[in-house]
């Protein structure tokens, strides 16, 4: 076989194939052999059929299948010897068998950007400091008070009330999604949860065990989840039962019912600390979000289409499962318009992937069984799962290396933060964004739209 390789740009390179006819023979005599043994024509004993006339009825189908073995064999063997890092289905022009004469084919594939990671040491990062609020400790406490909550059937009334609990039917879209009909619970109390922002305070009111009500409004374009935010929402839900609750007194009663202290003030302190350190992890998240942004501005390099598309289907499979984890089943929509929306947002994830990956071997960072097996003993804690028959799980399924990336990503961004040169506080420019500060900068752009404009009016002779 003979290989002939061409870099067409940094992240796409052309392979071309030559098979001598002397190698295809074979394989296709072979391909006829098996299907003289399966097919079964009138006049003919099994296994006797002539090759003549197998060709003139299979031929098309005989040689497909066999020109798809050859590539497939072909394709996998230049990517090993050559060392190519495909990073999607090579895309292979038509081929065709052509008796006596050489098979040749020629496969075009996006690789993985090689990329020499610069400035990536001691990058100035912002941390601001863990942030509880007594409005915060106030929603735990009432978070508490929920769970403790018992419910009864509504009896004597034929609406919903503010604070009930009801179980839905409900259908309809969520933006580009199909909501296949199905049963939820839905918390009128609470607007920013179930399963949908907004949904609860649209059915205070509303008739218990009648026709279906019409829902439509818009989910904010800030918030949770983010990959539905601006999301347009029409749904017909059906009210099957409502209950009423049994709400306990936020007192030192309910503090021992928690089994967590024994009085309201020690309930708050250990609600207190644990949202610290809840806003710790989110803080930690922040510095790793801001580091890769800000490794991304420093390092451009040529990335692969295909990569950009993989990562934008990852978000968008995110968003489907942000639906179905709130009790809805996703059916249908456009991924390739979704695809298209979370262009911008994806390259910037495929490109700091692409670094964290550079960096951890310039820097020689590995992932030893140690570390191996405490993730996955994390991961068997948190599904309930034996840690042994799990990691057999991920191997068998050769996720295991996946595995192993996350790690290594993690131990090289752990690495880029105990080298970053860190501001504590909250300074006037920060690399950290909070979504209060976003929304209160897009709230002044109109006004300062307005305002320049009417100066430019002013001034205009």
């Known amino acids: 076989m003979q290989i002939t390789i061409e870099d067409l740009s940094p992240v796409e390179k052309r392979v071309e194939f030559e098979l001598p006819w002397s190698d295809v023979a074979p394989k296709l005599e072979k391909a006829y052999d098996a299907l003289r043994r399966e097919v079964r024509l009138p006049g003919f004993r099994p296994g006797k ?62 690789v993985r950007s090689q990329v020499t990671p610069q400035d990536y040491a001691g990058i100035p990062l912002s941390r601001r400091p863990p942030k509880v609020t007594d409005e915060q400790v106030a929603e735990a406490l009432e978070g508490y008070r929920r769970r403790l909550t018992q419910f009864k059937p509504v009896e004597g009334r034929k609406e919903t009330a503010d604070t009930d609990l009801v179980q839905v039917e409900l259908s309809g879209r969520v933006g580009e999604h199909k909501i296949k009909r199905r049963e939820v619970l839905v918390d009128l109390e609470d607007d920013t949860s179930g399963p949908l922002p907004g949904l609860a305070g649209r059915l205070r009111g509303k008739p218990i065990g009648g026709d279906h009500v019409e829902v439509d409004y818009t989910l904010p374009a800030e ?9 347009h929402v029409h749904l017909h839900v059906t009210i099957k039962e409502a209950r009423q609750k049994q709400v306990p007194a936020i007192d030192d009663e309910m503090a021992k019912d928690t089994g967590e202290a024994e009085t309201l ?87 700091g992937a692409i670094l964290l990956q550079a960096i951890a071997e310039r820097e020689g960072i590995t992932v030893g069984d140690v570390d191996l097996q405490k993730r996955i003993a994390e991961l068997a804690t948190a599904r309930n799962e034996n840690p042994k028959q799990l990691r057999a799980e991920l191997e068998k399924n050769h996720r295991i290396h996946q595995i192993e990336a996350q790690i290594r990503e993690q131990k090289t961004l752990d690495m880029l933060i105990s080298q970053a040169k860190i501001t504590d506080g909250e300074p006037a420019s920060s690399l950290i964004v909070t979504p209060e500060e976003a929304r209160r900068e897009a709230q002044a752009a109109p006004k300062t739209a307005k305002t320049a404009a009417k100066k430019k009016k002013d001034t205009t002779p």
Do not use: C, W
Not at 223 to 231: H, M
């Open 223 to 231: 918030g949770p989840p983010p990959e539905l935010a601006g999301r």
């Open 265 to 351: 003030e020690g309930l708050r302190a250990k609600v207190r600390e644990k949202l610290i350190e809840t806003d710790g992890q989110r803080i930690k998240r922040e510095l790793s979000q801001a580091l890769v942004k800000e490794l991304v501005k420093r390092n451009t390099f040529p990335i692969a289409p295909a990569l950009v598309d993989r990562y934008a289907q990852a978000i968008v499979n995110r968003a489907k499962s942000q639906l179905q984890m709130m009790g809805s089943d996703v059916e249908g929509g456009d991924d390739q318009k979704m695809r298209a929306e979370m262009q911008v947002e994806a390259e910037e994830e495929a490109r």
């Open 49 to 110: 059929v002539p090759r003549a006339l197998l060709e003139r009825m299979y031929r098309r189908q005989v040689e497909d299948e066999v020109a798809r073995d050859l590539v497939e064999h072909s394709l996998g063997q230049a990517i090993q010897e050559n060392q190519i890092q495909p990073v999607a289905p090579p895309a292979v022009a038509e081929i065709e068998i052509k008796t006596g004469e050489p098979f040749k084919f020629s496969a075009r594939v996006e």
